[in-house]
């Protein structure tokens, strides 16, 4: 017998019991977003690997470490996308959408980065990304933050997260507090573990968002980016803040905030959770105004925000408050041959009469018992069922499989009203 083919590591099968919350939440997106005016795009999960080298940095463990590269037949470098921003930049600047205008756009898919995998952290995982281009003041990053938070209260989430905030300032500012932390953490080298050392020369921000407990007391002594901000950046942060209390959002100033991309610079923000261990961050972003120059494009100011489903539907199974709908509504079975077609049709007529309900039509022949037992497996609320003597008399029997309720008998005729009352 041949060897059993199995999957990836790291890049997981979601199976039917499991993709209807996914499902659920992918449709509570969907519905948030349009509810902003946002417009979907779809960009293709394989770009040229300079998109990510430039966007990215090749000094982050992205580009370094994770990114899935490889040569295609003509001798050009591929990569699976490790983000969607520097797609989604690529795909405004080829097809005219960015100059002069203002795009409100969101998108779903898979991403994809070499990592070890563990809890929330897959090498095959799904993001929702929003991205605004066009608009620089305060007002838009809030309309984002506060976007996220009435996505959390539909999904039943708000209790669980908390949102950091913080401003990288402008690219001077951020450069002389480049400059001021790399001297103080030079003066504590000894300290730095062998991943910040290493950081050190190349992106020493990136050593502010340290996990390391051994070096938690030195870095609290580090200092501070907001000693740092210019004039402008102080009031373009101000102005979120005072329009997210407006909003009745709360949030944590956190100092040490920076974001693993090169391109971010004012606003960045993190909506955290302590339920799921080490992978505490379930949704992220910021502002990149310069991004769109820095990938061809004309300069145009920008920001947005990325969110894991692997965490959301994480944080949705542990919760467990969410009433998901069955996979079937209504079950038709057919006993005996000549209820085969008439059983066939009225499924058809109840799918066109009900486009909401799902009718599963029993399929494989059985006894009354088998088909019974299959009905009850799908999870449907009742099961319609026609024998020949219900075929002869045009009548259907209704099952009710959820409800203490008498098994009833009606016409053709009259099962759009009976179903229409079992949708109230």
């Not at 999957?7 to 969907?30: C, F, K, T």
């Not at 000094?59 to 037949?73: L, P």
């Not at 998901?324 to 057919?334: E, G, H, R, T, W």
Request: aromatic share 8%; proline share 3%; hydrophobic share 35%.
């Amino acid at each position: 017998m041949s060897k059993q083919i199995q999957a990836i590591r790291g890049m997981n099968d979601i199976l039917p019991e499991h993709s209807r919350r996914w499902q659920y939440l992918e449709g509570v997106i969907r519905q948030v977003v349009a509810s902003y005016g946002y417009e979907e795009i779809r960009m293709p999960v394989v770009e040229q690997t300079d998109l990510f080298k430039r966007s990215i940095g090749e000094v982050t463990d992205i580009v370094e470490k994770e990114m899935y590269t490889f040569e295609d037949r003509n001798g050009d470098s591929l990569t699976l996308r490790p983000e969607g921003t520097a797609s989604c930049v690529r795909a405004g600047n080829e097809h005219g959408l960015l100059y002069n205008q203002q795009q409100r756009l969101w998108y779903m898919g898979p991403m994809f980065r070499h990592e070890r995998p563990q809890k929330g952290r897959y090498r095959q995982f799904h993001q929702v990304g929003v991205e605004v281009f066009g608009l620089q003041g305060p007002d838009i990053d809030a309309e984002l933050i506060v976007m996220t938070a009435r996505l959390w209260r539909q999904l039943g989430l708000s209790e669980h997260l908390t949102l950091e905030l913080n401003s990288l300032a402008s690219n001077a500012a951020r450069a002389e507090y480049k400059s001021a932390l790399t001297e103080y953490l030079r003066g504590h080298y000894d300290v730095l573990d062998e991943d910040s050392q290493r950081r050190l020369e190349s992106n020493p921000l990136r050593i502010l968002d340290s996990k390391n407990p051994a070096m938690a007391e030195m870095l609290s002594q580090a200092p501070k980016l907001s000693e740092y901000w210019d004039d402008e950046s102080r009031e373009h942060f101000t102005g979120l803040c005072a329009r997210l209390d407006a909003a009745g959002i709360e949030y944590r100033h956190n100092e040490r905030l920076v974001r693993g991309l090169d391109y971010y610079n004012r606003t960045v923000f993190e909506w955290v959770t302590d339920s799921l261990g080490a992978q505490g961050t379930v949704c992220a972003g910021g502002r990149y105004d310069g991004l769109v120059e820095q990938l061809g494009g004309k300069g145009t100011p920008a920001v947005g925000f990325a969110m894991g489903l692997e965490r959301l539907v994480l944080m949705l199974e542990q919760l467990d408050n969410v009433e998901l709908p069955q996979a079937v509504d209504i079950y038709v079975s057919a006993m005996g041959d000549a209820a085969e077609l008439p059983a066939a049709k009225i499924a058809e007529r109840l799918r066109d009469d009900f486009p909401t309900l799902r009718v599963m039509q029993h399929c494989g022949g059985g006894n009354f018992k088998k088909q019974l037992k299959r009905a009850d497996k799908s999870g449907a609320e009742v099961a319609v069922i026609l024998g020949e003597e219900e075929v002869a008399n045009q009548m259907v029997s209704i099952k009710y499989l959820r409800a203490d309720k008498p098994q009833a008998s009606v016409s053709w005729e009259q099962l759009n009203q009976v179903i229409t009352t079992f949708i109230k």
